[in-house]
């Protein structure tokens, strides 16, 4: 079981980022992975402020 918690802010060149914690009792190969395609979306696309809540839906 995990927590997930998806910071936003706003850097001053006004690009806006995401800070993704989260605490987990197990590691799990599933959410690294999952981890690593979220970050390659932010990196690939144009980021949505309530993506990072939605694409961490289960856990």
């Not at 936003?8 to 981890?35: D, E």
């Amino acid at each position: 079981m995990c927590v997930w918690v998806c910071l936003h802010f706003r850097t001053p060149n006004l690009a806006r980022r995401v800070i993704l914690t989260y605490r987990c009792k197990q590691s799990s190969t599933m959410l690294q992975s999952k981890i690593s395609q979220y970050q390659t979306t932010i990196n690939h696309s144009t980021y949505v402020a309530s993506q990072c809540d939605k694409f961490f839906t289960t856990g």
